[in-house]
């Protein structure tokens, strides 16, 4: 079955640091890029970059250029969002997602999300 | 960006009902579009993408169609688990954007 695990809720403190992760399986996870998208409470999804596992090559959208980081450990299937220094802003459900890999980019396969709560 | 404007913003409809979205692109973007249904709690689900492309394992209920701008998903028939918030997404350009969503409640 083809499928993104990723891991579990957190809960941090303004200006802490935080990576969370989303594992392939399945599948070839070289051979697809994968992306994040971040849905704040009771609002939208908002894509935030995508990732090539197979080489690292990373696209980031405009608004959430500097303020994440996204990488991936191909050498276990794993894709990461990261930050370095969390904002109350920051809380919001992330789910990261495989995208199509015949030229449509669509994501056809989500992870269930990691909720992410930032509060003092 | 390319900005992506879904109407209505909800609706009420009824089992059966025929159901229409709309979502229009701020520029032309070549049918370089995907529809998503989020249902509470849960991820959102690909449905169709260029336009018009049913995903493997949708049902056929669901149908999308547009050109240029102006873009449309239709439920042909409503069903009791079709109650949920759909999403379009452009990837004509550089930098993906969705649409605000929909979300279809029960009348």
């Known amino acids: 079955e083809v499928q993104l695990v990723q891991s579990g809720a957190e809960v941090k403190k303004p200006g802490e640091s935080l990576k969370i992760s989303c594992k392939g399986s399945g599948y070839s996870f070289t051979s697809y890029w994968i992306g994040w998208v971040r849905q704040m409470p009771g609002k939208g999804l908002e894509w935030m970059g995508i990732i090539y596992p197979g080489d690292s090559d990373t696209r980031y959208s405009p608004s959430f250029q500097g303020q994440v980081t996204i990488s991936a450990d191909k050498s276990i299937s794993t894709a990461y969002l990261q930050w370095s220094s969390l904002k109350a802003s920051d809380t919001a459900m992330y789910y990261c997602?495989?995208?199509?890999?015949?030229?449509?980019?669509?994501?056809?396969?989500w992870g269930q999300g990691t909720m992410v709560t930032v509060s003092s | 960006d390319i900005q992506m404007t879904q109407s209505p913003s909800s609706l009420s409809a009824s089992v059966g009902d025929r159901v229409t979205i709309t979502c229009r692109a701020s520029?032309?973007?070549?049918?370089?579009l995907a529809w998503y249904q989020q249902k509470p709690g849960k991820a959102p689900k690909l449905l169709l993408y260029?336009?018009?492309r049913l995903e493997s394992g949708v049902p056929s209920r669901f149908s999308g169609s547009g050109s240029g701008t102006d873009y449309t998903l239709t439920i042909s028939s409503l069903q009791p688990e079709d109650f949920a918030t759909y999403y379009c997404q452009q990837y004509y350009s550089t930098s993906w954007t969705f649409g605000q969503g929909t979300k279809v409640e029960i009348k």
């Open positions: 260029a336009a018009s």
């Open positions: 997602a495989r995208l199509k890999p015949d030229g449509d980019d669509a994501f056809d396969i």
């Open positions: 520029q032309g973007i070549s049918n370089s």
